[in-house]
């Protein structure tokens, strides 16, 4: 009596047998899994219709015990996808990007996906260079933290002709690529009113003269509403180095401060340390708040009053946008309240 084939043996062969000395391919696979090279090729392919949810495990399980790798790149072309993205961000080195990274590479993981991470380092020309290369890089978008509003533009506009783009957190001048972004406004507005409550008379606002959105925004807002005694301080970059000079320089003119904003918690911490250090008393003294709302807030002493968090809020607004929305994302600031601010 002849040999009954099951449905899904293999090239005539038993499920299970390998050959030996060869190289692995996916007919090894399917036969080590117990299923038809078709199955197999769909599994691996990510086209899964029709394909029992076991015979599917079977078939990845499979690739596991022989080592068996996908080409990704021909992979990518027959279903003109590659499951992964990559994110552009102007310091990685900033708590707030840093945290942005780590919310990204945690959504995407849970959908199967990967994450690649550019640093640009708050260069336009790096940028430039950066984004005109990513052509050799195979995502399915690419999210953007822009260097600078004004010198921006050019780079994300030609970008965005090849590759799905949304810019996050800030914004360039120009380009038409949809953004997710704080109310820069509004953060500003509920720090300022929560000073005033407190009683403090003269605001000193710590902000960077980096040429992006956040700051033009963030700036313009405080001018608004900013009183006689109120004032300005731009540093370099959003770094703790930052923020120990902007203490530095503080009460070599202290004026009659009673009050700080931070745009970043790196400055926030620089400045916060250097004038404990100084003797001076916090919030007795200088009463001090901040955006951002990323791990220092929590771990500094006092703890910092600081905009809550938007990392995860971002990149659900974002990676929506990317599925083909096309309004900009305006996120809502919430003040957290800690021991900074009295």
Do not use: W
Not at 299 to 322: F, H, I, K, N, Q
């Amino acid at each position: 009596m002849g040999r009954r084939d099951r449905p899904d043996s293999v090239g005539g062969q038993e499920s299970g047998e390998i050959r030996m000395g060869a190289r692995i391919g996916l007919k090894d696979v399917a036969l080590r899994a117990g299923v038809s090279v078709p199955t197999a090729s769909r599994v691996l392919s990510g086209v899964q219709r029709n394909v029992d949810p076991e015979l599917a495990l079977r078939v990845r399980n499979a690739c596991d015990e022989l080592g068996y790798r996908v080409n990704a790149a021909a992979r990518a072309l027959r279903i003109q996808s590659t499951d992964s993205l990559a994110l552009v961000v102007p310091a990685i080195a900033n708590a707030y990007f840093a945290e942005l990274v780590s919310a990204y590479s945690r959504r995407l993981d849970l959908q199967g996906k990967r994450l690649v991470t550019i640093d640009t380092g708050e260069s336009p020309e790096t940028e430039r260079r950066q984004l005109g290369a990513m052509d050799r890089v195979l995502v399915d978008g690419v999210l953007v933290v822009p260097a600078a509003f004004e010198r921006s533009g050019a780079a994300i506009t030609e970008l965005a002709r090849s590759n799905r783009v949304v810019q996050v957190d800030r914004r360039a001048r120009g380009v038409e690529a949809p953004s997710v972004r704080l109310d820069n406004a509004a953060g500003v507005r509920l720090l300022v009113e929560h000073l005033r409550a407190r009683g403090r008379r003269s605001i000193l606002m710590v902000d960077a003269q980096e040429d992006s959105s956040s700051s033009i925004e963030r700036t313009a807002a405080f001018r608004a509403l900013a009183g006689p005694d109120d004032r300005i301080l731009e540093m370099p970059n959003f770094t703790v180095a930052s923020g120990t000079n902007a203490a530095k320089l503080l009460l070599a003119n202290p004026g009659d401060t009673d009050a700080i904003i931070c745009t970043a918690d790196t400055v926030a911490l620089g400045l916060l340390t250097a004038l404990q250090h100084a003797g001076k008393r916090v919030p007795a003294e200088y009463a001090i708040t901040s955006f951002d709302g990323t791990y220092i807030s929590d771990t500094a002493a006092p703890g910092l009053t600081t905009l809550g968090s938007t990392a995860e809020r971002m990149v659900e607004a974002s990676l929506a946008l990317l599925d083909g929305g096309s309004a900009d994302a305006v996120l809502k600031p919430e003040l957290v309240v800690r021991g900074s601010s009295g």
